[in-house]
């Protein structure tokens, strides 16, 4: 079983940009899925973004296509999710989670391990 921390979020004014990390431990990333997630009171979890366990493969939300971008550093064992022109409906607690997998869910029952999440709130 593998960790999660989740990291880096927190207020910014709409527009502005915010990096997420989730850092591993127990168990490497190499080939793991990773993915994130956000969920906002009242809703349910929403998928945001994926990364094949090779780095070579991203999958994107709708909503936040060209806006946010997720990468791996598996010597790191971390993922990050970059997010630029944030907007309020972007306010959530964001969550990482990982599957060893060939390939990338998006729902988030398909994951096993997760983080315990970070808030990220956009002020408009």
């Known amino acids: 079983q593998v960790q999660l921390a989740e990291s880096g979020g927190g207020l910014v004014q709409a527009g502005g940009s915010l990096r997420l990390s989730c850092a591993a431990s127990?168990?490497?990333f190499n080939w793991s899925v990773r993915g994130w997630f956000r969920q906002a009171p009242g809703k349910e979890r929403?998928?945001?973004?994926?990364?094949?366990?090779?780095?070579?493969?991203?999958y994107y939300a709708d909503s936040v296509k060209g806006r946010f971008t997720i990468s791996g550093d598996n010597a790191k064992n971390t993922v990050y999710l970059q997010m630029n022109n944030l907007k309020p409906e972007d306010t959530s607690v964001y969550y990482c989670?990982?599957?060893?997998?060939?390939?990338?869910?998006?729902?988030?029952?398909?994951?096993?391990?997760w983080g315990q999440g970070t808030q990220v709130t956009v002020s408009s």
């Open positions: 989670a990982a599957k060893i997998s060939t390939i990338v869910p998006t729902n988030p029952n398909d994951y096993n391990d």
């Open positions: 127990g168990r490497t």
């Open positions: 929403e998928f945001v973004a994926a990364i094949s366990g090779n780095d070579r493969s991203t």
